[in-house]
T-cell receptor, first 112, second 112 residues
């Protein structure tokens, strides 16, 4: 099966940058995604990147994609306490139709 | 526009009982998906409807799980009889086009 891996925990101080890393397995994935889950809430699409891109920036969020190493990262600049959540990396493998494969999620804790 | 809604938000049942989870997708979205996150592990795909037809049910764990989408609108996921290992959060998602999933807040199931 396909595996998406992430570190489970990350702690940063408010105002610092956070970098959440993800490795995926299917080089034919067309889209790669970052979802955010706040406590008691559903999954919120943060951003996604096409596999033919290597970087995408959206306000405080920067996504970097290294296709050779199958590595995806999400950088949050000026991290705020409201950014505390679980961040899931996800891919749609080439042979999986429209089915997402999620990583285990990285719990980001922002310390004051 | 209303998002994906799920009911109940939390259900507590005893082993052997039956639970039915409901998902109302975003109006106009033909694609409806069920995912679940068990024991804080990865979010795993269960199945995918296109309108009222099951496009892919390869993720359904066993025959205790039954999903329906009569009329191509809302969907139900029934677990009968529930086992302890079924505890987790069941997410529903809908999409109009491939690769753009909108998730509900999830239904937390606790089996005692």
């Amino acid at each position: 099966g396909e595996d998406v891996e992430q570190s489970l925990f990350l702690s940063v101080r408010e105002g610092d940058s956070s970098v959440i890393n993800c490795t995926y397995t299917d080089s034919s994935s067309t889209y790669l995604y970052w979802y955010k889950q706040e406590p008691g809430a559903g999954l919120q699409l943060l951003t996604y990147i096409f596999s033919n891109m290597d970087m995408k920036q959206d306000q405080r969020l920067t996504v970097l994609l290294n296709k050779k190493d199958k590595h995806l990262s999400l950088r949050i600049a000026d991290t705020q306490t409201g950014d505390s959540a679980i961040y899931f990396c996800a891919e749609i493998p080439g042979n999986y139709g429209q089915n997402f494969v999620f990583g285990p999620g990285t719990r980001l804790s922002v310390l004051p | 526009e209303a998002g994906v809604t799920q009911f109940p938000s939390h259900s507590v049942i005893e082993k052997g009982q039956t639970v039915t989870l409901r998902c109302d997708p975003i109006s106009g979205h033909d694609n409806l998906y069920w995912y679940r996150r068990v024991m804080g592990k990865e979010i795993k795909f269960l199945l995918h409807f296109v309108k009222e037809s099951k496009q892919d049910e390869s993720g359904m764990p066993n025959n205790r799980f039954l999903a329906e989408r009569t009329g191509g609108t809302y969907s139900t996921l029934k677990v009968q009889p529930a086992e302890l290992e079924d505890s987790g959060v069941y997410f529903c998602a809908s999409s109009r086009v491939a690769g753009e999933l909108f998730f509900g807040e999830g239904s937390r199931l606790t089996v005692l």
